[in-house]
């Protein structure tokens, strides 16, 4: 089967503004910027690649800045004055802390123009940006919940592994798996508390589990649920166990093969940004039941092309929303069309 299933489409929003998106015929280049949570993170690799290459197809630049390492609201905050004190014609951010950058950096922000991407301002800070681009993050959580189903339909004791409390993305997607569990896909208005029994599923006591984006820590972590606690079902928000694959290998492969003998081992769901070759092996490898990812080059172009209409002070649409793909081993069956 194809390893690589499309899960969703851009919203329509996206599709009637990509019917916009004709080539632009000025000739004067201009310079636009994201400000990603991480720079060395393979997923803003991507996605800056994405702008990149939109971008000079035009003429113009897209460059990829913040801070390296784990993400933290503070380094990105510094980040982001930085990018206020270039000669921008327009930025796009990935969101760490709303309330915090609202409070720094984003008093300053009225110009150049100011879109999110990836992760937007929470609802009390979106007046401050003039699009997003990026998943339906409730929808993105309530895809994991359904894969967390298919692969464990009896419920059983969950663990969610997340970036930050205070990222609103992986917030939404933390709020749609437990809409999904909670009510068998029908979803749910407002927040949802950590499950308790509801529908066969719970969530153990310890859990979220916060990494700060940084894969040692994450290692560790899981190690640790793994070696101490009863878990049946493990769903990551972000790639961060298995930026380096042999890593996950090589700390978790054994405790999940002991797990495995004993007829304990956990469904293990994560989200993966069009992983490389070597995340995939983990598939095949029995290591990781199913990846969720987004269209991480696709999220750059079109960012870079609500900037570009931004720039030029034409219409833009208040989101547009990229797709998603889910990844499965490769001699696993079709999956069904709501997935």
């Known amino acids: ?16 503004f990509g019917l916009l998106l004709v080539p632009f015929s000025n000739a004067e280049s201009l310079q636009f910027a994201l400000v990603a949570k991480r720079v060395d993170q393979h997923f803003f690799i991507q996605v800056g690649k994405g702008c990149a290459e939109a971008a000079q197809a035009e003429g113009d630049t897209c460059l990829l800045l913040g801070p390296s390492g784990p993400a933290h609201f503070r380094r990105q905050n510094e980040a982001l004055e930085q990018a ?14 709303s309330k915090w950058l609202a409070e720094h950096a984003l008093k300053r922000a009225s110009k150049p123009p100011l879109i999110t991407f990836d992760s937007d301002l929470g609802p009390a800070e979106q007046h401050l940006r003039r699009s997003y681009v990026g998943l339906d993050n409730l929808a993105f959580g309530r895809q994991l919940g359904r894969l967390v189903q298919r692969f464990r339909p009896q419920g059983g004791r969950l663990c969610i592994l997340s970036g930050s409390p205070q990222d609103t993305n992986l917030q939404e ?13 029908r979803g749910a208005d407002g927040t949802v508390d950590p499950l308790n029994g509801e529908n066969g599923w719970s969530e153990s006591q310890r859990c979220p589990l916060y990494s700060a984006d940084d894969q040692e820590k994450a290692l560790i972590q899981l190690a640790t649920l793994l070696s ?57 490898e029995g290591l990781v039941q199913a990846y969720l990812g ?42 069904p069309a709501e997935y």
């Open 228 to 284: 101490t606690s009863q878990v049946d079902a493990i769903v990551t928000t972000g790639s961060w166990p298995i930026y380096q694959a042999d890593a996950f290998r090589r700390q978790l492969g054994p405790l999940l093969a002991e797990r495995g003998t004993r007829g304990t081992g956990p469904v293990i769901i994560m989200t993966a940004d069009e992983p490389d070759e070597a995340q995939l092996e983990l598939l095949d």
């Open 173 to 185: 997607r933390i709020q749609g798996i437990r809409q999904q569990l909670l009510r068998s896909g």
């Open 294 to 335: 987004a269209q991480s080059r696709e999220l750059g172009r079109q960012s870079y092309r609500i900037l570009k209409h931004l720039a030029r002070d034409e219409p833009i649409p208040e989101k547009v929303l990229v797709g998603s793909h889910i990844y499965l081993p490769k001699a696993s069956p079709e999956l």
């Open 1 to 16: 089967m194809e390893r690589s299933l499309s899960s969703c489409s851009l919203s329509a929003a996206g599709l009637l």
């Open 84 to 97: 206020l004190d270039k000669d921008l014609d327009g930025i796009a951010l990935s969101v760490t802390h």
